[in-house]
């Protein structure tokens, strides 16, 4: 039984469900922004919108304000059809709360409505109501509109639900937790014909059938199986059709690691395998490398606190030393500003909906955690880092 009262988990579950059913993607969360907005304001938070478009925050400020820090949560779905035929499913087609940002949403409101009706509370603190996490916009975009200059904050923390962890169980890790994502376009341009006469032709698809399975050679070839890194082609479309040969062929692709060093070297060793793939073919390229997010490090003193905060929860066990996990999290650019932590939440084990991976089409939010994270929030906001 959760220690947060019953009858503001029932009307989080209500509001946590009104957000599934009408996700909205990337900086248009307009409505979602504004429904958050309203529940905060009537809590008696100053809330202050459009901080890096529709991203808000919440500010309470009981007492000395020593120590202030944030709290943030994602407000964005994804661009995914949902297959759940639940009441709360999305009505939304090609839209959905596949992460549970709506239920990270719910919690840190309930845990905001809270600490503005505690007695026993001195201190600044800053609800962070993010947009554009799945795209890696919405925190750049919140500190370039003065995020961190228009709140003082000596500390900022984040949570994210995580299926297949029991609820009631956290996780963390000191240090480096979650990956940077890299990404890259490559374009082999050949010389297209007729599919009877490929004597006569430079054949795109050949070459980019080379240059995909040399690619997997970087990770273990390139780069020591010691230090972990993820190559994986995403995408491979030609401008081919039943008897013709194509002209050119595009590649796409998404990197993983951990190291400033390994984002460097995969980017060296993909532009190298496909220069070399068309100078031998006598093709020409296009080569394109980009960073969507940047590793997320946790400051070793915070991800303690956050553990330990965790752990002397009623019902909670907290595993401060979880390990690397290979997604990424816009969160990261907060921890290059400001340090902090974040902290993965469990959604539930076994086989129904709450385990199913982030981003899948089965996937949903574990009502049952929403008190954990409540009282997580709320225990956080307690102790003076």
Not at 7 to 19: A, P
Not at 233 to 256: K, P, Q, S
């Amino acid at each position: 039984m959760s220690l947060v009262d019953q009858s503001l988990i029932d009307e989080l579950i209500k509001f946590r469900k009104m957000l599934h059913q009408n996700p909205e993607l990337a900086f248009d969360v307009d409505n979602t922004s504004k429904l958050i907005a309203k529940e905060l304001h009537e809590a008696g938070l100053e809330v202050t919108t459009g901080v890096g478009r529709n991203s808000l925050v919440a500010s309470l400020n009981k007492g000395s304000g020593v120590n202030p820090i944030g709290f943030r949560a994602d407000m964005d779905a994804l661009p995914i059809t949902e297959v759940n035929t639940f009441g709360h499913a999305s009505i939304s087609p090609g839209k959905f709360h596949g992460c549970g940002h709506d239920g990270h949403s719910a919690m840190l409101l309930g845990a905001a409505k809270l600490l503005a009706q505690a007695k026993d509370l001195e201190r600044e603190i800053h609800f962070i109501f993010q947009a554009d996490e799945e795209n890696g916009n919405g925190a750049r975009a919140m500190i370039e509109a003065g995020l961190f200059d228009r709140f003082q904050m000596d500390a900022v923390y984040g949570l994210h639900n995580l299926p297949g962890l029991a609820v009631g169980s956290f996780a963390i890790n000191p240090g480096a937790f979650c990956a940077f994502e890299d990404n890259f376009e490559i374009s082999v341009l050949g010389k297209g014909g007729h599919s009877s006469m490929p004597e006569k032709v430079i054949d795109p698809i050949v070459i980019g059938a080379k240059i995909v399975c040399d690619l997997q050679s970087i990770v273990s070839r390139t780069i020591a199986p010691s230090e972990h890194a993820v190559v994986s082609v995403t995408d491979f479309r030609t401008d081919g059709a039943r008897n013709v040969i194509a002209t050119e062929v595009n590649i796409t692709g998404d990197c993983r690691g951990f190291e400033e060093h390994v984002s460097e070297s995969i980017k060296n060793q993909l532009e190298a395998i496909v220069r070399n793939n068309c100078d031998a073919y006598g093709a020409k390229h296009r080569f394109h490398y980009s960073t969507s997010f940047v590793p997320l490090i946790n400051s070793p003193e915070h991800a303690a606190i956050c553990a330990s905060v965790a752990n002397a929860l009623p019902r909670a066990t907290a595993d401060a030393q979880y390990g690397r996990v290979s997604f990424s999290e816009d969160f990261a650019q907060m921890l290059m500003c400001k340090p902090g932590a974040y902290i993965l939440m469990g959604n539930g084990e076994g086989h129904d909906n709450y385990a199913q991976p982030l981003h899948n089409p089965s996937y949903d939010f574990n009502d049952q955690a929403l008190g954990f994270g409540i009282e997580y929030w709320c225990a956080m906001a307690r102790h003076l880092t």
